[in-house]
């Protein structure tokens, strides 16, 4: 069971996602 793995992935993603699109 990797569900806090997934989470923690998706969440570093959508910061990063969040960052690009402000940043643009």
Same mark, same amino acid.
């Given at each position: 069971?990797?569900?806090? &793995? +997934?989470? &923690?992935? $998706? !969440? $570093? +993603? =959508? /910061? =990063? !996602? /969040?960052?690009?699109? /402000?940043? /643009?």
């Amino acid at each position: 069971i990797y569900i806090v &793995l +997934i989470i &923690l992935a $998706i !969440f $570093i +993603i =959508w /910061k =990063w !996602f /969040k960052r690009q699109r /402000k940043h /643009k």
